[in-house]
């Protein structure tokens, strides 16, 4: 059943690593459906490769700029900028500054799932189970 879902400051959940990036999975899964929302914290250059999954998702930029590439249209969106991409587009985004920061939305628990699942795991020597586990997911990497 859904509820209201409040969280205070002390009570933030604790990030995941995926892949260098620190991702807070605020809300997800049934709690917060049709919707997740998640904290995203990385450093320059960071950020995933190209890649599709079949729900819609979207980030304002919270601080610092990221370079958010969608069916190979590349825009840099800075603090206070939105993007939105539906589902099955081709998309990824780069850490352009020193660090940034988003609050990204996605339509489908997986998403969530997915950040949680990957937690820790590293690139090269754990791409292989990061790719299985993202086609379980839903998520397909072009790499």
Do not use: C
């Not at 890649?51 to 990221?66: K, L």
């Amino acid at each position: 059943m859904r509820t209201v879902h409040i969280i205070e400051q002390a009570q933030t959940p604790t990030p995941v690593n995926v892949v260098g990036e620190a991702i807070t999975i605020l809300a997800g899964g049934d709690l917060s459906k049709p919707f997740e929302m998640h904290i995203q914290e990385g450093v320059q250059g960071g950020g995933p490769p190209p890649h599709f999954h079949p729900w819609d998702e979207a980030f304002y930029v919270v601080a610092g700029e990221v370079e958010v590439t969608v069916a190979g249209t590349s825009t840099t969106v800075s603090a206070g900028g939105y993007v939105h991409i539906p589902g099955g587009a081709i998309h990824a985004y780069k850490n352009l500054s020193p660090t940034a920061k988003m609050i990204g939305v996605v339509s489908d628990p997986r998403g969530g799932q997915f950040f949680a699942a990957v937690d820790r795991l590293r690139v090269p020597e754990d791409l292989p189970r990061i790719l299985e586990i993202a086609a379980a997911h839903g998520v397909t990497f072009l790499l």
